[in-house]
């Protein structure tokens, strides 16, 4: 048995240092990294890029809402034409820094706001997939099981990746709780390191408002934002390792 550790990093832009990346990247075996447009700038894609080459762990693209202000997590009414067009423009910038490493892009995860609405809104899900599959249909795309997003993978063909949220919390639908409620985050390391032990040997996850959540995992995300990002990392793949669970990319 195995399962991918990725992390949503990449993050930093201009002057401004976002994230853990020079911390967590060691512990992780993907990295998902923003591309411009709710983080990210050129020097600081190339900076991440080459982190990751350096610590040997697969790069993925983390496209977004056009929301640097609001680091990408405000929902924005774009059509289906300008989220594929979005899409493609952001995963050939960071394809354009992997080539000069020699790197291949590993895999496409949207960020925030937009992974969310393509959770719920299926014209959403189809640009987003159909836009991967026009850039590399080899290129895999990880998506929240149980959703229209997944559907929309599948039906464009593609090689659709299941993820899940150690320290994010879900609600009974399925669905992550909106950051808003209180505790949706898990900011314990130990707290995450159970629910991703259940998570990938039980296949369920506690609900925030009551029950328990199916989930599958083949892929657990770390948020490269949360305050001790690297601790929680940490402690989730140690867990793992302990319980003989193989962490590798997917």
Known sequence: MFVDLNVDAGESYGTFTYGHDREIFPLVTSVNLACGFHGGSPTRIREAVA??????????????????????????????????????YQIGAL????????????????????????????????????????FDPEVPLVVL????YEEEARRAG??????????RAYLRNGQLAPRSLPGS?????????RRALRMVL????????GGEVEVKAETLCIHGD???????????RRALEEAGIEVKPF
């Not at 593609?158 to 320290?167: G, H």
Request: with cysteine.
């Open 51 to 88: 982190l990751a080459k350096a610590h040997g762990v697969a790069v993925g693209a983390h496209p977004g809402f056009p929301d640097l202000v609001g680091f990408g997590r405000r929902d924005m009414a774009l059509s289906p034409e300008e989220v594929y067009a979005d899409l493609l």
């Open 95 to 134: 394809y354009a820094f992997l080539k000069t490493e020699g790197l291949s892009l590993h895999h496409v995860k949207p960020h925030g706001a937009l992974y969310l609405r393509a959770c719920r809104d299926r014209e959403t899900a189809r640009a987003i997939a159909e836009a991967v599959k026009a």
């Open 145 to 148: 099981p149980g959703t229209v």
């Open 158 to 167: 593609l090689r659709v990746v299941l993820e899940a949220f150690p320290e």
């Open 185 to 193: 985050w898990i900011s314990d390391p130990k707290e995450a390191a």
């Open 202 to 209: 039980e296949r369920k996850v506690e609900a925030l408002d």
């Open 226 to 236: 949360n305050p001790n990002a690297p601790e929680v990392a940490l402690a989730v």
